[in-house]
């Protein structure tokens, strides 16, 4: 199975603050990697496919790069309603495996 | 407007199955596979398998393999996931979502209790 290892699980941040997370692939996934946020008690959210596509309807301060096995989802200004969990999936491969996680708080 | 419907939550006991149904709208569920994914409490997401309504074939997580089954009605727009034998593990919510690989469409969540 291709483990998907986040950093960092944990990050605390302000308003207007440029945030970045990376996901690792244990083994070299091309850019079939996306990019979920996860709200309490709500449904993942795509923000992004193939590594760097944004999804239709989501906010230009979301983007993603990266291809192989290094990627990061960055937030150019982090807004109230972007605190939450953040995962990455790869879908390079059988089974499909998420990251662990990233909770991002209000510092 | 597409979206996927998910039935209500459950509460089962140990040994016990139990079958989620995830109704499609905005869009025939043949054109699309559907892929579940469980949350358990607190816990990250874990992928269970997928189906595709359009032949019926399926592929399942090895994890689950034996335990699952996956269903499509197509009369209905629906897609079921069935899980046996069930034990405390299995508390989770379960989500549908559309697509095999980035799944964009994600249903609301069902929320399965194992208790005795």
């Known amino acids: 199975d291709i483990q998907m290892t986040q950093s960092p699980s944990f990050l605390s941040a302000s308003v207007g603050d440029r945030v970045i997370i990376t996901c690792r692939a244990s083994?070299?996934?091309?850019?079939?990697l996306g990019w979920y946020q996860q709200k309490p008690g709500k449904a993942p959210k795509r923000l992004i496919y193939?590594?760097?596509s944004l999804q239709s309807g989501v906010p230009s301060r979301f983007s993603g790069s990266g291809s192989g096995t290094e990627f990061t989802l960055t937030i150019s200004s982090l807004q109230p309603e972007d605190f939450a969990t953040y995962y990455c999936?790869?879908?390079?491969?059988?089974?499909?495996?998420f990251g662990q996680g990233t909770k991002v708080e209000i510092k | 407007q597409v979206q996927l419907v998910q039935s209500g939550a459950e509460v089962k006991k140990p040994g016990a199955s139990v079958k989620v149904s995830c109704k499609a709208s905005?869009?025939?569920?043949?054109?699309?596979?559907i892929t579940w994914v469980r949350q358990a409490p607190g816990q990250g997401l874990e992928w269970m398998g997928w189906?595709?309504?359009?032949?019926?074939?399926?592929k399942y997580a090895q994890n689950f393999q034996g335990r699952v089954t996956m269903t499509t009605d197509t009369s209905t727009n629906t897609a079921n996931m069935e899980l046996t034998s069930l034990t405390s593990d299995d508390t989770a919510v379960y989500y549908c979502?559309?697509?095999?690989?980035?799944?964009?469409?994600w249903g609301q969540g069902t929320m399965v209790i194992v208790s005795s």
């Open positions: 979502a559309r697509g095999l690989d980035a799944f964009d469409i």
């Open positions: 905005g869009y025939t569920l043949s054109s699309y596979y």
């Open positions: 189906i595709t309504a359009y032949n019926g074939n399926t």
């Open positions: 083994q070299g996934i091309r850019n079939d």
């Open positions: 193939a590594a760097s």
């Open positions: 999936l790869q879908y390079n491969s059988y089974p499909r495996t």
